[in-house]
């Protein structure tokens, strides 16, 4: 029978890194390794991908030049606290730009629940996919894609790269600072007991509390004042309807 491990503190010498040259996705790579038997805490780095995805199934852009990676995990918290570690990878992909960035540089904050934003404006992918396997293992895929050099064309959102900041930096030099960043925030996350200070450091970091906004859910839309995230995580929006709690939906602002 699958089960979560006892929890201790996560350290970089956890991880293993295969670095791949191209793939159609690093996510459908990861688990097929997953299918196949891996045991996880594995990182997968590609330098293009040919079928690279975000949310919703969009396709995302994934030439040469940009950070292309995913991490699995494998058995590695309750699935009921699966919903509040985006914020936690948030947090350490938004410490690892903010540690490349040069001073007096543009802010860099996060938008609910994970996406990186240079000057409000986008600047990383993040997509979490789950399966369970047949040997009845809970596989987690941490999907990050960071824009480097390249600037994919974004018909929702405005964009931007590292290179439009001025920063210059290789995808292998970048990957190592995730690498240690990730291991952090998963410690702090601590399979969802560390919530509390996850979410902490979250309101800190983000982008647009206070402000008008709209919710794009599958069904409809909601506007309404950005009020904030409870303590699970959950966006709350204060609205003509009173204050709801949403768990997932595309924020846009304005």
């Not at 890194?17 to 996880?40: F, I, K, Q, W």
């Not at 959102?157 to 990730?182: C, H, K, N, W």
């Not at 919710?215 to 309404?224: A, F, M, W």
Request: aromatic fraction near 6%.
């Amino acid at each position: 029978m699958s089960g979560v491990g006892k929890a201790r503190r996560i350290s970089i010498d956890d991880f293993r890194h295969v670095p791949l040259d191209e793939v159609s996705s690093t996510n459908t790579e990861a688990l097929a390794r997953a299918r196949a038997g891996d045991s996880g805490f594995l990182w997968i780095t590609a330098e293009r991908q040919t079928g690279g995805r975000g949310r919703r199934g969009r396709e995302w852009v994934s030439e040469r030049g940009n950070l292309y990676s995913s991490l699995l995990l494998v058995d590695f918290a309750p699935t009921e606290e699966l919903s509040s570690l985006p914020l936690a990878v948030a947090l350490a992909v938004h410490e690892t730009i903010v540690s490349v960035m040069p001073p007096g540089s543009a802010t860099v904050d996060i938008k609910w629940p994970n996406d990186v934003l240079i000057d409000r404006r986008k600047t990383s992918g993040i997509l979490l996919e789950a399966e369970r396997l047949q040997d009845g293992r809970m596989a987690l895929v941490i999907g990050i894609g960071i824009n480097i050099r390249a600037r994919p064309d974004l018909a929702q959102y405005p964009v931007t790269s590292l290179a439009d900041q001025g920063v210059s930096i290789s995808p292998q030099e970048l990957f190592a600072r995730l690498y240690v960043a990730m291991a952090d925030a998963l410690s702090v996350w601590d399979r969802g007991r560390g919530i509390a200070e996850i979410v902490a450091r979250w309101r800190r970091v983000a982008c647009g509390i206070g402000e008008k906004i709209t919710v794009n859910l599958p069904d409809r839309s909601i506007s309404g004042i950005f009020s904030g995230i409870d303590d699970k995580g959950l966006l709350l929006l204060d609205s003509a309807a009173g204050t709801l709690s949403i768990a997932a939906g595309d924020v846009f602002f304005g």
